[in-house]
């Protein structure tokens, strides 16, 4: 069965450093999703994007993160200059819309990000 | 908007005992509902999920859930549970008025107890 893959599964950097992290949806999925989870707290949603652009943001989703898919296969979500706070679990997700159906996502394994 | 409010942070049980975890939603449109498992230090693993039928629903791990459209709840239980089952679950519903984008309650601690 097909997955959703997230690259890498723990991410560590320093404050202020640049870091991409990656996912590679379901081969045929069109909408991809970014969420955020800070230890012991809840998962929140970031971003959502879909031909091509971002159709919805969070208020989480500030001028320091950016999304992007860089070829047919990849999505990423980078983080300019990493704060302490922007330690998490981001989970990746994708989604293949069919009119008149039930949606679905379907969730990576995250990545853990380290912000030192 | 959408919301789901998890009514106990915390379930302490002991082991074989039955447990019910609660999940209260609001929406305007259709809902789909899911339950999710996270382990200590691991992704999200989904147990069950509400789409359409049949309000019972049964997912993995002997978890159960029923939807219940006039009470605005999507309980989750389990008949037996096990030290294994310790875990963090989360509710959550799916916008599918706008976005699609999954929207999560803030999480049940189960702890059972040998």
């Known amino acids: 069965e097909p997955e959703v893959t997230q690259t890498p599964s723990h991410q560590v950097t320093q404050m202020g450093q640049e870091v991409i992290l990656r996912c590679v949806p379901i081969?045929?999925?069109?909408?991809f999703y970014w969420y955020r989870q800070i230890l012991g707290q809840k998962v929140e949603f970031l971003v959502s994007?879909?031909?091509?652009?971002?159709?919805?943001k969070s208020e989480i989703f500030d001028d320091q993160f950016s999304v992007e898919r860089p070829d047919g296969s990849n999505f990423t979500l980078k983080i300019r200059s990493t704060k302490l706070e922007d330690s998490a679990m981001y989970f990746c997700?994708?989604?293949?819309?069919?009119?008149?159906?039930?949606?679905?996502?379907?969730f990576g394994p995250g990545t853990r990000l380290t912000v030192l | 908007a959408q919301s789901v409010t998890q009514l106990d942070s915390q379930v302490p049980v002991f082991e074989e005992a039955p447990v019910e975890l609660r999940c209260n939603y609001s929406?305007?449109?259709?809902?789909?509902l899911f339950w999710y498992v996270q382990y200590p230090n691991q992704g999200l693993q989904l147990l069950l999920k509400?789409?359409?039928?049949?309000?019972l629903v049964k997912g993995i791990n002997g978890f159960e859930a029923e939807f219940n459209k006039s009470q605005t709840s999507f309980h989750l239980r389990k008949p037996s549970v096990h030290i294994s089952d310790t875990a963090e679950y989360f509710c959550?519903?799916?916008?599918?008025?706008?976005?699609?984008?999954?929207?999560f309650g803030a999480g049940t601690r189960l702890f059972v107890k040998a």
């Open positions: 081969s045929n999925h069109l909408y």
């Open positions: 994007f879909y031909n091509n652009e971002i159709s919805e």
């Open positions: 997700a994708s989604m293949k819309l069919r009119t008149g159906m039930v949606n679905e996502q379907f």
């Open positions: 929406s305007s449109v259709s809902v789909y």
């Open positions: 509400y789409l359409s039928g049949s309000t």
């Open positions: 959550a519903v799916s916008d599918q008025g706008g976005g699609f984008k999954t929207i």
